[in-house]
């Protein structure tokens, strides 16, 4: 992907993050957490252009939870209220048990896509996600198993390593789609020139999304847009709509960004576009 797949216009995913699970309705109240506020919300965002979902579960109490029994509670409702969108279910976690990074894979019919962090990453001050390669093989061997795409999250440079370590550990149905994460803490630097780097360390062929932290979610959606890429937007990576103003919605959220595709010229997928684009 690159500056010519912009000029050539091909059609751009719009990924909404919906819920994430860290900070919940205490941060902002138009945080989706109930499986009906999920699945509204994303009827909600399809509507406004967005073509994926990414999904988290969280508990009656708003905590994160991984089990499969929630996923499928969310899943039902985003099918009742939504029309086509593609769902992909989160694997990520922080101290959670192996195998409960499993059972977001597990729903029936299974999510066409989940979330495969592809290494450790430092979380506040006490707490690490360690996504050894291990996890990683295992996680990656279910998706196959159970006909899931695997989005591969990439937080910093090192991580860039771990995909290409996993290509030559396991067979990827192509194309390799890959996140590009940028903000604080572990995740890259949110500088131009190191989503340029990133772009250019990718496997030979492989799609990237572009995700940005808080207040770098729209400029880096931008530069994503330029240089071909991929979008993803929503309440888990950013609950600001300007500074000091939180966003109503994961959908204006959405809005936004599908305005600036359009101005770019960009033409916005479709979920039957987006699966075409993916291999799904």
């Not at 009827?43 to 579960?57: F, K, L, N, R």
């Not at 609950?239 to 936004?256: D, F, H, I, P, W």
């Amino acid at each position: 992907m690159s500056y010519g797949d912009f000029l050539r216009g091909e059609p751009a995913i719009v990924t909404a993050a919906l819920t994430g699970g860290v900070h919940g309705k205490e941060t902002t109240p138009n945080l989706p957490e109930t499986p009906e506020e999920i699945g509204k919300a994303a009827a909600a965002v399809e509507a406004a252009g967005a073509s994926v979902v990414h999904v988290h579960a969280r508990r009656p109490n708003g905590e994160r939870t991984f089990e499969t029994e929630r996923f499928q509670e969310i899943d039902d409702a985003i099918r009742r209220y939504a029309d086509d969108v593609i769902i992909q279910h989160s694997t990520g976690g922080t101290g959670a048990p192996d195998a409960d990074r499993h059972r977001p894979l597990r729903t029936d019919p299974p999510p066409e896509m989940a979330s495969l962090d592809m290494g450790p990453l430092n979380r506040y001050d006490h707490l690490t996600s360690e996504n050894t390669r291990g996890l990683v093989d295992s996680l990656h061997e279910e998706m196959v198993d159970r006909g899931i795409k695997p989005e591969l999250e990439v937080f910093n440079d090192g991580h860039l390593n771990e995909v290409h370590g996993l290509l030559e550990r396991r067979d990827l149905a192509d194309p390799v789609y890959a996140t590009l994460i940028f903000g604080p803490g572990t995740l890259a630097r949110p500088r131009p020139r190191n989503f340029l780097n990133a772009i250019d360390n990718l496997p030979e062929g492989a799609l990237f999304n572009t995700l940005g932290f808080g207040q770098n979610q729209l400029p880096f959606a931008t530069m994503g847009l330029l240089f071909g890429g991929h979008v993803r937007v929503g309440l888990e990576d950013n609950v600001y709509y300007r500074r000091g103003e939180l966003a109503e919605s994961n959908a204006q959220l959405v809005e936004r960004v599908v305005r600036v595709a359009e101005e770019l010229g960009r033409p916005v997928a479709t979920p039957d576009q987006a699966r075409e684009i993916l291999g799904l």
